[in-house]
């Protein structure tokens, strides 16, 4: 059944899922300055860490949603999620920056490159951040629908990269069960995606881009 919520009711949902969206964050800063976590540094780089998977895992989750509810109105939420995922991210770097290494530059750039789940995982960061800086509607404008479409499929090489740097850290503890199911998730996302951009049989290069789902 299809659902077309009105401009008031999408400006509630898109609230209602901000605020979802900022209880993990929120979850780890009052935990920790309970005192709760043994660890603190491993409690907030894991759990940024694992936040950062969850939301590229729904960020790829909602064209196929929304293709199968016929709910189109969920498109709106996609850059919202998307730029959570970089959020977490982004604070998943920080705690690695901070507390590991003091912000100092030369001691992180040396981890960077001595361990290769480290390596991995700084990698997938820098691919985030081009399409952070362009999820605006101006840069959409700037630079162009095809070149936008183009440059943001780069998701499709972050989550992997996101679910190698996830499992090389459970590797310490031999705790692969969630990698194992993040990668089987963004596995079936993307082989959706992949089955239904695929060019259409009996159409023209020009039809078939047109008629592709994006």
Not at 68 to 89: D, Q
Not at 132 to 139: G, H, W
Not at 184 to 194: F, S, T
Request: proline letters at 6%.
């Amino acid at each position: 059944m299809a659902f077309n919520p009105t401009p008031r009711q999408l400006s509630w949902i898109k609230a209602a899922v901000f605020v979802l969206a900022l209880l993990p964050f929120g979850r780890l800063v009052v935990l920790t300055a309970m005192g709760v976590p043994v660890n603190p540094l491993e409690f907030i780089t894991r759990g940024t860490g694992d936040w950062t998977l969850y939301f590229l895992c729904i960020t790829l989750g909602v064209t196929p949603l929304r293709k199968l509810s016929k709910w189109n109105w969920l498109i709106k939420l996609r850059r919202m999620i998307g730029l959570y995922a970089f959020f977490y991210a982004a604070m998943h770097f920080l705690a690695f920056f901070w507390f590991d290494h003091f912000f100092d530059l030369q001691e992180m750039w040396k981890d960077v490159v001595k361990r290769p789940f480290i390596t991995v995982g700084f990698i997938g960061f820098v691919l985030l951040i081009p399409l952070a800086v362009t999820s605006t509607n101006a840069m959409v404008r700037r630079l162009g629908g095809k070149q936008w479409q183009w440059l943001h499929r780069l998701v499709y090489v972050i989550a992997p990269i996101g679910i190698l740097h996830f499992w090389w850290m459970k590797a310490g503890k031999h705790d692969f069960s969630q990698p194992i199911i993040c990668g089987l998730i963004v596995a079936a996302l993307l082989g959706i995606r992949l089955y239904w951009n695929r060019p259409k049989l009996g159409l023209s290069p020009k039809a078939a881009m047109q008629a592709e789902v994006r």
